[in-house]
């Protein structure tokens, strides 16, 4: 595995990543060597590689990793329909994690969600999901101190899409359809999120700092702090404000 | 539901969590009303439930959840097995989901990982988890400073090794012993991981400044830092420094 890297890396780029204890080395786009992930599934000594992963369903696109010849790759997708279609003690065993992995979302097992991050290999992803969770945190202390500031019935949905109209330029269902995810927070930048957390935060402290009592004074705050965050921003993208 | 809720709610305590579409009552250590959970899994009109989850190998505990009797309850695990077993639409899309997330674990899909997050109703865990991030973060950035300063071969163990010692005051195979951890950072309390952030963000940061070269100025700064970081919690912790 190493001379297939030392021989191709500078022609064919290669990274690598783990399935169990079985080093698969990966395309730039994110496919994966099919014999490597058959191994790691317990399938050996496969003479037509195409041919097997076609019996099974799996169709697959081919990489030079550096042997000087196309070979044979499969994407994530792949290695778990094949993990549910071999008859291997690996496969059984990605079939019992599967079962497992319900579990820990189910139950909300952040472990879980802390090793789902960690297995991604760029930053900027794993830098946008501690993003996302600051904005959730942001939005549930926004809440509470609305509560708590007597805000009642309407206003808990009013300051919310007051806060992702201002911070998207739309509203959260056109938003959400323009960038073809189910949930709002989904589709948003690192960025936005960012703005949002600042907005909630900074709106949350208003309110707190001028005792606003019920649903139009507490409106009032967040609707000026909305205002003035949108300036802040125009001018960090150049705009005229 | 509400009703149970509004009678009950003051004797005992019930939370409410989701299963798809459906809610699903809680009690306070993290059990699941049965018939709730049946009815999200496509399964109503049992008669006799106890018998009915032991049929499918689950074994139930009771809750009063507000009706003056005890109710059925399972655990999260239980639901996964149920899933599992029963023949339903319902049952069969969770084992569909179970499956997908197996693809969205191998890819570390980020947001998996958020809506694993935001399913724990513990703000602490969910904190935690930013913690375990953020740590990881400044784990990868430090140990990109060292290689960058000329650090090679042992440095890389050594380095950590010395923040894992110094925060958690023991060898890291002791420490995943002692609190029965598999990852050692997955057995780290938010604040010890924040001490580890802090550290090796300051080390690193060390390096740059002074400009080390080589692994042993690199160990030297990243000792003292250790150091002078133990003394400060010592003291944060009451103790004589």
Redesign the interface.
């Known amino acids: 595995m190493n001379n297939a890297l030392d021989r191709g890396s500078s022609l064919h780029a290669v990274s690598f990543t783990k399935?169990g204890k079985h080093i698969v080395r990966m395309t730039p786009d994110?496919r994966l060597h099919a014999l490597d992930v058959l191994a790691a599934l317990g399938v050996r000594h496969i003479e037509n590689v195409q041919a097997y992963l076609a019996e099974h369903g799996v169709s697959c696109g081919f990489y030079d990793f550096g042997e000087d010849h196309g070979e044979e790759t499969v994407a994530?997708?792949d290695?778990?329909l094949l993990?549910?279609a071999l008859k291997t003690t690996d496969a059984k065993r990605?079939r019992e994690?599967?079962?497992?992995?319900?579990?820990?979302?189910?139950?909300?097992?952040?472990?879980?969600?802390?090793?789902?991050?960690?297995?991604?290999?760029d930053?900027e992803?794993?830098?946008?999901?501690?993003a996302?969770?600051?904005s959730?945190?942001a939005r549930?202390r926004f809440m509470s101190t609305v509560a708590k500031h007597g805000g009642e019935g309407d206003v808990f949905r009013l300051v919310s899409s007051l806060s992702n109209r201002s911070v998207l330029n739309m509203n959260s269902a056109a938003f959400r359809r323009e960038r073809g995810v189910r949930?709002t927070?989904?589709g948003m930048t690192a960025a936005e999120l960012m703005r949002l957390t600042y907005l909630e935060t900074a709106s949350a402290q208003a309110i707190e700092a001028h005792a606003a009592r019920g649903n139009d004074e507490i409106l009032a705050l967040h609707r000026k702090n909305v205002d003035n965050e949108r300036k802040v921003w125009a001018t960090a993208l150049g705009q005229a404000s």
């Not at 992803?125 to 501690?130: A, G, H, I, Q, V």
């Open positions: 399935l994110g994530w997708q290695v778990t993990a549910f990605w994690r599967a079962q497992a992995m319900l579990t820990g979302y189910l139950s909300g097992d952040v472990t879980l969600a802390a090793e789902i991050a960690e297995r991604n290999p930053s992803r794993r830098r946008w999901l501690s996302r969770l600051e959730a945190e549930k949930d927070r989904d």
